[in-house]
T-cell receptor, first 117, second 115 residues
Framework: DAGVIQSPRHEVTEMGQEVTLRCKPI?????LFWYRQTMMRGLELLIY????????DSGMPEDRFSAKMPNASFSTLKIQPSEPRDSAVYFC???????????????FGPGTRLTVL | GDSVTQMEGPVTLSEEAFLTINCTYT??????LFWYVQYPGEGLQLLLK?????DKGSNKGFEATYRKETTSFHLEKGSVQVSDSAVYFC??????????????FGKGTKLSVKP
């Protein structure tokens, strides 16, 4: 299994530009999570999907951020327009059904390091 | 609300020293508890877990016991190695009737092990 795949790994852009981050979850997983990690705020959950439906987007900082999951194997996080304070590492994670195990391990991608100048 | 509090770092130890990273939680239900580790330049990966009170999670020499009476899940290792240098995150997940619950993370503790 290739694990969770994120692209690009690094993105440098200028303030005001649109940024799109991409994620391919592990095949068969039905939940997908987007996180943001900064030194100041640590790891923050932005939004998560279950069966392609957004369940909780309360962590999305503002209207400049949007996320979609058009199918079970692909999700995007878009920032438009981007600002310097959006600079962070963005992680995507996926998990499968809890089933009888009693827990839902999340598998993380390698992250996208975003720098907005 | 539900939350996780872990000791602030950074923690610097010599190789073969004993490690403890404290973690306490606040939750209204009966959470599952996790320790995740993040090596430099990588995403988080699950280190160990415990799903009910008194369970002990263990992996790679690390251990943590789910203590409901003290709402704690402290991470321990008897003899750390340089390769253990990483950031460690304590987390909880509230499971609602079998549905997916998102993870609530602590702020992370950076561990540096010197040779």
């Amino acid at each position: 299994d290739a694990g969770v795949i994120q692209s690009p790994r690094h993105e440098v852009t200028e303030m005001g530009q649109e940024v799109t981050l991409r994620c391919k979850p592990i095949s068969g997983h039905n939940s997908l999570f987007w996180y943001r990690q900064t030194m100041m705020r640590g790891l923050e959950l932005l939004i998560y999907f279950n069966n392609n439906v957004p369940i909780d987007d309360s962590g999305m900082p503002e209207d400049r951020f949007s996320a979609k999951m058009p199918n079970a194997s692909f999700s995007t996080l878009k920032i438009q327009p981007s600002e310097p304070r959006d600079s962070a590492v963005y992680f995507c994670a996926s998990s499968g059904n809890m089933g009888t195990s009693g827990y839902n391990e999340q598998f993380f991608g390698p992250g996208t390091r975003l720098t907005v100048l | 609300g539900d939350s996780v509090t872990q000791m602030e770092g950074p923690v610097t130890l010599s190789e073969e020293a004993f490690l403890t990273i404290n973690c306490t939680y606040t939750a209204t239900g009966y959470p599952s508890l996790f320790w995740y580790v993040q090596y430099p330049g990588e995403g988080l990966q699950l280190l160990l877990k415990a799903t009910k009170a008194d369970d002990k999670g263990s992996n790679k020499g690390f251990e943590a016991t789910y203590r409901k009476e003290t709402t704690s899940f402290h991470l321990e290792k008897g003899s750390v190695q340089v390769s253990d240098s990483a950031v460690y995150f304590c987390a909880l997940s509230l499971n609602y009737g079998g549905s997916q619950g998102n993870l609530i993370f602590g702020k992370g503790t950076k561990l540096s092990v010197k040779p």
